[in-house]
Structures are given as C-alpha cells and as structure tokens.
C-alpha cells in the first residue's frame, strides 16, 4: 500500500489549493479514503472522508463548506479542494486507508504529507 499526496504550497489568506492523493498496492475502489491534518505542536485531526464509490462524504466542522472532498476511482486519486484559506489551516495534511489485507485485520496506512502554508 502506497499513498502519496500532492498540492501543498504557500497561499495567502482567502485563496485556494488542490490536494492530491494517489494510491497504489491495493483495489482503491473498494476503499473509503480520508484526508486529515497535522498542526504544529497539535494532534492529528481528521478533515473529512469519502466512501469507496464517492457517493457519500463527511467532513470536520472546520471544513465545512470549505473543502470538498472528491475522488476519481479511474486515476486511483482522492483529492481535497481547500477554499477560503484561513492561517489556522496551516498544517501537515495526510491522505489515509484503513485497508484490510487478505487474512489479515485492518490497518491504516498514511501518506508522507503534503505541508499547506496559509500566511500573507
């Protein structure tokens, strides 16, 4: 299992970036990914989730309407759009699997991260 975001950068307050998750080592249509983030010095949060078709998705108060989270089961890509940028959502932010091999129990694999920078 393989997962490698993309996307982060430095942005200013109000603007806007695309997260990018791509995954590989096992069957990502049958999966529900999850983005969350990392703060300096704070506790890693969960952002928002998405099921394996896409159909369903469910987000953190703080990225409500905000950020959508999307996916494209053809590239083996989930993606978060992140608008209206605050520097409060500067943080570390990671894709995530809970993949469950075959006789196994289920594990959660994580990107390395993608840092996002809100700050004028």
């Known amino acids: 299992v393989q997962l490698v975001e993309s996307g982060g950068g430095l942005v200013q307050p109000g603007g806007s970036l695309r997260l990018s998750c791509v995954a590989s080592?096992?069957?990502?249509?049958?999966?529900?990914m999850s983005w969350y983030r990392q703060a300096s010095g704070k506790e890693r949060e969960l952002v928002a989730g998405?099921?394996?078709?896409?159909?369903?998705?469910a987000y953190a108060d703080s990225a409500k309407g905000r950020f959508p989270i999307s996916r494209d089961n053809t590239k083996n890509t989930v993606y978060l759009q992140m608008n209206s940028l605050k520097p409060e959502d500067t943080a570390v932010y990671y894709c995530?699997?809970?993949?469950?091999?075959?006789?196994?129990?289920?594990?959660?694999?994580w990107g390395k991260g993608t840092l996002v920078t809100v700050s004028s």
């Open positions: 995530k699997v809970r993949y469950t091999p075959y006789g196994g129990g289920p594990m959660d694999y």
């Open positions: 080592g096992f069957t990502f249509s049958s999966y529900a």
């Open positions: 998405i099921t394996n078709s896409g159909g369903t998705s």
